[in-house]
């Protein structure tokens, strides 16, 4: 059932968006038996309208953001994985993101595309509740000192990546919070080529394509417009899985 | 000195249908100028100083700030010198030929650089480029990084580049690069990039 746990702390299972066959998913179990059908990869819903978070985000954004580039992202990863689970053995996409090795372009590029978008939708969902659960309050001042440390943290990671790439709220396995960026599509989850591994729980897309039409070159201003758009439930929900790793 | 962001040599919307005017505006007035001025804040003050671009790229390369910068800053002069509108379909002379020599043909160059802007992932530049001798190379590299840094792409000097950072098209494109790659094809000004060939060869 480690894969399983595994599947549950990315903060996957809850939804059911995401979830992929999860029975029998280490070698182990499957000796002897027939490996289970894998089911290519997806479009989540996004569950909420593409205007739901105007003006922060704009509506053409969102849209052309979940039906063009994450489902291109889906697309290409299906066709790298070609109807098999990954190395065998992973069939969700925080596992695969757990095993993907620097120099598998492909799959590192696309399944971190899925999983990160995947996410991203649901930590920033609409909500008419903008308290912090407790529990994650506590961590927050004990690993920050303060919310607007943390905030200034993620601005601060968000602004200074270069080119293409994500700020995040990770979850170390010893179960303190951090901060800090990836290039590109890649995240936390893959241990194998980031300085910083862990499980993320909250993330910020500063690829061009997230903020462009509405901020252009002003990604400041995106960056302050996504911090008080938290759905702190949702990171809370991630959060709680993460730390039962 | 310090650097210095020269006007474009055409008007903003001089490469419509191509690339919009908001594009260029925005692209030429705010990512340029802004590599420009964090480029010189990133030097006043240190061996870099006085340096020619060219120099500052190759000799500040472990300084992030000014890898970026100095990158941005060269790339984006080379990208608004090697357009302009009407450009001609292709190349002659010595160029045409170089390029006949490594591909075959314009078409598979053609092919050729299409597939490395398309393939970059994330924000970066394809280029030609050239050799000492002649030889011509396509190639790409990441963010504002270019072929005359050093490990960087295929080596040589860049010769023609297209920008393929979301910021370069995404106003008029979104997410159809292909469609932006194959419009730059349009207004490229063969004229500059063989003179760049000549003085690199």
């Known amino acids: 059932m480690k894969k399983r746990t595994f599947l549950k702390t990315a903060g996957l299972l809850g939804t059911g968006l995401l979830l992929q066959p999860v029975i029998g998913c280490s070698n182990k179990l499957l000796q002897g038996h027939a490996l289970p059908a894998f089911t290519p990869f997806s479009l989540p819903p996004l569950g909420y309208a593409y205007n739901a978070l105007e003006p922060a985000v704009d509506a053409l954004t969102m849209e052309i953001h979940h039906t063009k580039h994450h489902q291109a992202y889906i697309d290409k990863l299906n066709k790298a994985l070609n109807g098999q689970a990954y190395k065998g053995t992973a069939f969700g996409i925080a596992e695969i993101c757990a095993l993907v090795e620097a120099n598998d372009a492909a799959v590192r590029n696309n399944a971190g595309g899925h999983y990160n978008h995947s996410m991203f939708w649901k930590w920033i969902a609409p909500t008419t509740d903008n308290s912090i659960p407790v529990d994650l309050q506590t961590r927050i001042n004990s690993d920050f000192g303060s919310l607007t440390e943390l905030k200034k943290q993620l601005s601060d990671a968000a602004k200074n990546r270069f080119g293409s790439g994500w700020a995040w709220l990770t979850v170390h396995k010893d179960g303190h919070l951090f901060v800090s960026s990836t290039p590109n599509q890649d995240n936390p989850l893959m241990a194998a080529l980031v300085e910083q591994p862990g499980t993320p729980i909250f993330g910020i897309d500063v690829w061009e394509h997230a903020y462009y039409l509405n901020y252009q070159n002003r990604r400041a201003d995106y960056i302050a417009a996504i911090l008080e758009r938290i759905n702190w439930q949702a990171v809370f929900e991630s959060y709680t899985l993460a730390i039962q790793r | ?201």
């Open chain 2, 1 to 201: 000195m310090a650097f210095t962001l020269e006007p474009l040599p055409y008007a903003y919307n001089a490469l419509e249908p191509h690339i919009d005017a908001r594009t260029m505006e925005i692209h030429h007035g705010k990512h340029h100028a802004a590599y420009t001025t964090n480029l010189n804040n990133a030097i006043a003050g240190t061996d870099l100083e006085n340096l020619s671009i060219e120099e500052v790229m190759i000799k500040g390369f472990d300084r992030m700030p000014v890898r970026n910068n100095g990158g941005g800053f060269y790339n984006h002069n080379l990208f608004w010198d090697i357009l302009t509108p009407g450009g001609a379909k292709a190349p002659s002379g010595e160029l045409a030929a170089a390029i006949d020599a490594a591909y075959g043909s314009f078409d598979a160059f053609k092919e050729e650089f299409t597939k490395a802007a398309t393939t970059r992932f994330g924000s970066g530049w394809a280029w030609l480029c050239a050799h000492k001798g002649g030889k011509v190379e396509v190639c790409s590299s990441a963010n504002q990084d270019n072929p005359l840094m050093p490990g960087i792409g295929c080596g040589g000097a860049p010769i023609l580049g297209i920008d393929v950072w979301e910021h370069a098209y995404y106003l008029h494109y979104q997410n159809r690069r292909p469609d932006y790659i194959g419009a730059f094809f349009n207004v490229i000004n063969w004229d500059k990039v063989a003179a760049r060939y000549a003085a690199a060869k």
